[in-house]
């Protein structure tokens, strides 16, 4: 999962929404580029993001797991 397989730790959650929520804000500023009429609205890059969405931000590995006794 990239990103969120490197930095998808316990505790890290915060940062990583962060992170989705400043993706998808690039990259309505990225398709709005490709419009004549000016900037996408949000109402339009919703339905967008239903038909093409992104991960969720979640944590992958845990911190917090417990280690088998050996």
């Known amino acids: ?22 993706v998808t804000d690039i990259w309505r500023r990225w398709l709005s ?7 996408m609205a949000w109402d339009p ?3 967008f993001l239903e038909r093409y969405p ?7 590995h845990s911190v917090l797991r417990r280690v088998a006794p050996a």
């Open 1 to 22: 999962m990239g990103h969120y397989g490197y930095y998808g730790i316990t505790g890290n959650s915060v940062a990583l929404s962060r992170l989705r929520h400043e």
């Open 33 to 39: 580029r490709q419009r004549r009429d000016g900037e």
């Open 45 to 47: 890059f919703r339905r």
């Open 54 to 60: 992104l991960p969720p931000a979640v944590a992958i």
